[in-house]
């Protein structure tokens, strides 16, 4: 084949993907366009019975093109997943014109590079708007920043997959004069960066944020005397690595590009899968739809008597309401004392969770909403 033919067959490619473009752009304003008759018709946005039955026809369909159920499936799903989310938070929008503005200023740990930058990008990226991004240092400085009305969002992480909840920012929640509006996970994949023709074997030393190092704890134990040095960010890592000769960082790949490292080693993490779960604070409580899945957390602290916590926990099983998350710490200044932190698949706009949570006083020494929000973890239906 000749270079010629090449360049035909690669125009040829993208003419189609530009089609496919195009395609995709219709199908996401059509999409819109059922979310006002299911605003109208207060049905709930995800109608799995119908991405069932569209995935089931294109699978068909797919097979009799010569292309495999897998193919097919991997596609439509983050198509439905993209169209999902989309229909969600406009709804959303529509359902608070005051607290969503056109300007987003948002308040996230490191700069340019940072993992909280990357979720940040993925959250805002379904709600349109200008987005004024202010790197800080510590998690400390994004709730202030929040509550001083510098930053009308803040973007904290806290959990992942490989090194399970980040406690700092739980301790934080305990007193921080935010509310939590909403949450993102996102895909984290951790690389060994380095400045060009820096092989492995030339590395004496690595930078990270304490995070990266607890998710990659088994590839760093297993480079032996290799020194380590924990950064405020991952976006300070990648600098250090730069002006540190024989040296390394841990990042994701596109960090690395953007600031002058190569990959020299990926899939750091202990876990094949590592997802970080980030939440988004405000000032001010959102109005949640009905028509979409909610979460609710909260804090408690149960009564110092026998069976308190298990009491407090029957009120959910008897209201209905699923926990998907039960996390204890310790009180600061209060030996032995724990508080609890609670996701209930709940929206506190439905009667029989306002009921549960005012049994659950009975139960608790107090209680403290810390945010009801549209939940992001979409279950992709099951196509037999
Ligand atoms: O058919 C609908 O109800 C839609 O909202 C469209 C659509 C899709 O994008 O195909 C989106 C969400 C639903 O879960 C099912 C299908």
Redesign the pocket.
Known sequence: MTEDTLNALRSDINEIDSELLILLAK?RRI?YS??EY?IANKKP????R??QA?LEKLISYGKSLGLDAYYINNVFQT??ED??LN?QALLQKSLNPDAVGDTHRVAYLGGPGSYSQLACHKYFSRRPGKLVENGCQSFEQITEQVEKGQADYGLLPIENTSSGSINEVFDLLQHAQVSIVGEVTHTVEHCLLATPDTQLKDVQKIFAHPQPFAQCSKFVQGLGDVLHETCDSTSSALQSALNTPHSAAIGSAQAGKDVGLEVIKTGLANQAENHSRFIVVARKALHVSTQIPTKTSLIMATKQQVGSLADALMVFKQHNINMVKLESRPVPGNPWEEVFYVDLVANTAESHVQKALEELKDHTQYVRILGCYQSESMQAVEVV
């Open positions: 199908r999409s059922v979310l299911k946005i995800r109608d799995e119908r991405e569209l198509i439905l169209s999902v229909q």
